[in-house]
């Protein structure tokens, strides 16, 4: 079975400090992780997946086998980051089936 | 980038009636597309996949005679809820997957139900 884990569901920083989004996940196989951002009233889109290995919009997130984790940081948050985030797996036997962790709400304050 | 919409975006019925929501990809041929479930403040839950030609396979715990699924083409998926309740009430969402190589899923907008 697979499982993905966000263990915050909301996190307030202020402008301008750094940001970490924790996402755990638990899977047998390879998996493919990835994050998703929900601007308020839009659609949710992918922000990034770990093959790609991008930095988009200052985000990164690096998948750590080890620890099962695959948490999104940015070091300097701004105030259009304030969004829903879903960290999300796609096991590799699952054809594109998407396992969504919980959601954390960012807020980034001024 | 790849687009899919939903038809329609907002739709009060009473209850006891059918709605159907429709979902299709503009620009890419979705050979599989995935129907989500979400509630407010909460994470979207997987109902179930569709695949183009064939029978959905539904999560545990979707009833598959209430909420009627059909991928008549790679370009459109339906999701009919039958006899809907309040508690069907929700916003539904659908994705449609981009292949078997690039697995990322490209999302509609999403349908809010609303049952009186």
């Known amino acids: 079975a697979q499982r993905v884990t966000q263990p915050e569901k909301l996190l307030s920083v202020f402008k301008g400090a750094p940001v970490e989004l924790k996402c755990n996940y638990s899977?047998?196989?390879?998996?493919?992780l990835f994050w998703y951002v929900q601007y308020s009233r839009q659609r949710l889109q992918l922000l990034l997946r770990h093959i790609s290995r991008e930095s988009i919009k200052g985000f990164t997130a690096d998948l750590n086998k080890g620890e099962t984790s695959f948490h999104l940081k940015k070091p300097f948050a701004q105030e259009e980051d304030s969004a829903m985030y879903y960290c999300a797996l796609s096991g590799r036997n699952a054809g594109n089936m998407l396992t969504f962790g919980g959601g954390t709400r960012l807020m980034v304050k001024p | 980038g790849a687009v899919v919409s939903q038809h329609p975006s907002w739709v009060i019925c009473k209850s006891g009636t059918s709605v159907k929501i429709e979902c299709r990809s503009l620009d890419f041929q979705a050979t599989t597309m995935f129907w989500y479930r979400q509630f407010p403040k909460q994470s979207l839950m997987l109902m179930a996949t569709s695949n183009e030609g064939s029978k959905a396979t539904y999560e545990q715990g979707v009833e598959k005679d209430k909420f009627l699924i059909n991928h008549a083409s790679l370009t459109l998926s339906t999701l009919t809820v039958t006899s809907a309740h309040p508690e069907d009430s929700s916003f539904y969402i659908c994705?449609?997957?981009?292949?078997?190589?690039?697995?990322?899923?490209?999302f509609g907008p999403g349908t809010r139900l609303t049952v009186l």
């Open positions: 994705s449609a997957g981009a292949g078997e190589i690039n697995r990322e899923q490209f």
């Open positions: 899977y047998s196989g390879s998996p493919e």
